[in-house]
């Protein structure tokens, strides 16, 4: 899968909704429950961060959910892509971008969202064909003024920022012209899921999901 080709479908995934969980599972039997209430409130595409033992597991479990689109986060490796890919996940998420983890990505035919954080990093991936990036760690990156700065020279490259993002500054990088969605581990709070609120969680879903109308 080309880079062009992998940006295509990133574009589609972050479409789905304004808002990209960024999920750590700790305990494989919140899985179904989780995906469940968050495709429920509106947020379809899922990131489930390859940091814990559990996720793998959780992706296969997740991915079976219906309405669901089931990507794997923190991808470092070549390994960790081959892994994601062979539990189901559809789309792949990582913090930077290195060669072997593209080669891997284009190998694998997982369609990747390769994290950016400064212009130049930006203009790499763009030159290998990338135009959607996920922007890592936003805030403490320059945040959505970043963004919008970076909008003027390169506009044909759209983010999905991540880190540090919550209901409270979601709309300022939604309002940008080069912003698909933002993704957020705010939607599913640890103490929601330990106590199973599975009923907070889509709470928590339909109101970043009515951040933007939808399409
Ligand atoms: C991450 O990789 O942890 C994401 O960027 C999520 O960050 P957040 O917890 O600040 O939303």
Redesign the pocket.
């Known amino acids: 899968m080309t880079p062009a080709e992998q940006s295509l479908k990133a574009a589609e995934i972050c479409r789905l909704a304004p808002v990209v969980p960024?999920l750590v599972i700790d305990d494989l039997a919140q899985a179904r429950d989780l995906a469940q209430a968050l495709i429920a409130g509106g947020l379809p595409a899922l990131e489930v961060?390859l940091r814990t033992s559990a996720a793998l597991d959780a992706i296969r479990i997740m991915a079976e959910v219906p309405g669901g689109q089931v990507g794997a986060?923190?991808l470092l490796t070549p390994a960790d892509v081959k892994a994601a890919k062979a539990a189901g996940a559809t789309f792949g998420v990582s913090?930077g971008a290195t060669d072997r983890l593209l080669d891997a990505c284009a190998e694998y035919d997982l369609p990747l969202l390769p994290g950016a954080a400064t212009a130049t990093e930006i203009m790499l991936l763009l030159e290998k064909g990338y135009t959607v990036q996920k922007f890592?760690?936003?805030?403490q990156s320059g945040g959505a003024s970043f963004l919008k700065s970076v909008g003027s020279p390169i506009p044909q490259v759209k983010f999905c920022p991540?880190?540090?993002?919550?209901l409270k500054n979601a709309c300022d990088y939604l309002a940008l012209s080069n912003i698909l969605c933002v993704?957020?581990?705010?939607v599913a709070p640890k103490e929601a899921m330990a106590s199973g609120n599975w009923a907070e969680v889509t709470r928590l879903a339909a109101e970043a999901c009515a951040l933007r109308p939808q399409a």
């Not at 890592?136 to 805030?139: H, I, K, S, V, Y």
């Not at 993704?183 to 705010?186: R, T, V």
């Open positions: 960024v961060t986060g923190t913090p890592f760690p936003a805030e991540t880190g540090g993002i919550s993704g957020g581990s705010w």
